[in-house]
């Protein structure tokens, strides 16, 4: 559905094109002016006379001029007929020979010259502009503009089709603009096209006439006025293709940060981690060390109360991440006394660098729940800033048997700190040591 809306979207503004090129007001002062650069040359080396028109049976006509020699000029039965004229007309009028690149001498100097420019009919101004009345004719309206929809929806397609990559740069834009220009130069050629002289419609490159010609001007000036606005239409097009894609990209974006800020707040409160917390409390208890209850009751409110503020923030500074992390580690040093140890060496100039909220809590429970901790086997995980990078360290030392996953891990950690930071982070995972790389964010800049 979407492919058959982009096609018809890109059908009408076609169609849409080659009305305004066949029928703008912009091409009547070109076509009027038919002749006009001839004109002075006709001045001075033809005829500017007047005479009576007479008109033959099949249409065509010649005029008696009234001059010594009563020298007469040809008249086409089409200009007869575009020009509407009369048998009887008194016309002031301009005529030229045959081309003598076209022609033998001995044809030019037989042949009668020809009609170029009436100026006055039976003591009135001409109405030249009646040349450009429009297609009148069905067949050259269809030819028309159906010749330059099809052009125009060959470049707008050109233009405007996105790569399966979707990833539409701006050498690419030029490479498509570059095709378009030499479609329109093959579009120029193949043009239908009406001869002035004799009425006829013909493809330009099949099209005999001088030069200097306006019908190979008019031609040029729609192909141009074509290949413009279809270059422009497409730009404007793909800036809002691209605006779109990332108000959905966006929004998808914030949906994914959402459930995963969620699905992150579900589950660190688990069960699992919960009751460990309290069975750790409990021994405190039992062993009646009353100091190092009071503390873990107070590590464990701070960690809980800094997990559903945490939720309500995508960012935190990195002082406050790692109050945090030695809140959480503390928990864990209870649980492995004596058997877990973390290192933290970090300077304060970073403190005030931010980071995703809840970075450390995956990275330092996956620590403990995958790697075997015993007292002759204790593990020892690194915390430090190196270069403005957050750097999580262990040695491997896995379980044979893996406790159940929460299904936070390491994959949901990637997918919030490109969706917060739009920076990746970095994971090195080793025989004989497991590290990841968390590049901080310096808010000075």
Request: proline fraction near 3%; include cysteine.
């Amino acid at each position: 559905m979407k492919l058959k809306n982009y096609i018809i979207l890109h059908a009408l503004i076609a169609i849409g094109l080659s009305l305004v090129v066949n029928f703008s007001y912009l091409l009547l002062p070109i076509i009027t002016e038919q002749g006009i650069d001839r004109r002075g040359d006709d001045v001075a080396t033809g005829e500017h006379s007047s005479g009576v028109l007479h008109i033959d049976r099949d249409m065509h006509g010649y005029i008696i001029c009234d001059c010594e020699q009563r020298d007469s000029v040809y008249v086409s039965a089409w200009q007869v007929h575009r020009q509407k004229l009369l048998d009887g007309d008194h016309l002031v009028f301009s005529s030229h020979k045959l081309d003598t690149t076209a022609y033998d001498a001995k044809q030019v100097e037989r042949a009668h010259p020809r009609l170029d420019i009436v100026f006055m009919r039976n003591g009135e101004r001409f109405d030249f502009d009646s040349l450009y009345d429009r297609p009148s004719r069905t067949v050259e309206f269809v030819w028309q503009i159906a010749y330059y929809a099809i052009i125009a929806f060959i470049m707008l397609l050109s233009l405007s089709w996105m790569p399966r990559s979707g990833n539409y740069t701006n050498r690419l834009f030029v490479r498509r603009v570059l095709i378009v220009v030499l479609i329109s130069i093959i579009g120029i050629y193949f043009a239908p096209v009406v001869a002035f002289k004799d009425g006829v419609m013909r493809i330009v490159f099949f099209f005999q006439d001088t030069p200097h010609n306006n019908t190979y001007f008019i031609v040029l000036t729609k192909c141009l006025f074509m290949l413009v606005t279809t270059v422009l239409f497409a730009r404007i097009y793909l800036l809002m293709q691209q605006k779109q894609t990332m108000v959905v990209e966006n929004e998808r974006l914030k949906n994914e940060n959402l459930s995963t800020r969620y699905n992150m707040l579900v589950g660190q409160i688990n069960p699992h981690f919960f009751f460990n917390s309290l069975n750790s409390l409990a021994m405190l208890v039992r062993e009646h060390d009353e100091a190092r209850a009071l503390e873990y009751i107070d590590q464990l409110s701070y960690t809980f109360r800094y997990i559903i503020q945490s939720g309500q923030a995508s960012i935190t500074t990195l002082k406050e991440e790692m109050e945090f992390a030695e809140a959480y580690a503390y928990l864990f040093k209870i649980r492995y006394a004596d058997k877990l140890f973390f290192d933290i060496d970090i300077d304060e100039k970073y403190y005030a660098w931010t980071l995703p909220a809840l970075s450390l809590q995956p990275l330092i429970g996956n620590a403990v729940k995958h790697n075997t901790i015993t007292t002759k086997n204790p593990l020892r995980v690194a915390i430090r800033v190196v270069d403005g990078v957050l750097e999580v360290e262990n040695r491997r030392r896995p379980k044979l048997d893996v406790e159940p996953s929460t299904g936070i891990g390491l994959a949901n950690l990637s997918s919030r700190w490109q969706i917060v930071t739009g920076r990746d982070i970095e994971i090195i995972d080793e025989a004989e040591r497991f590290m990841v790389r968390l590049p901080l964010n310096n808010p000075a800049k």
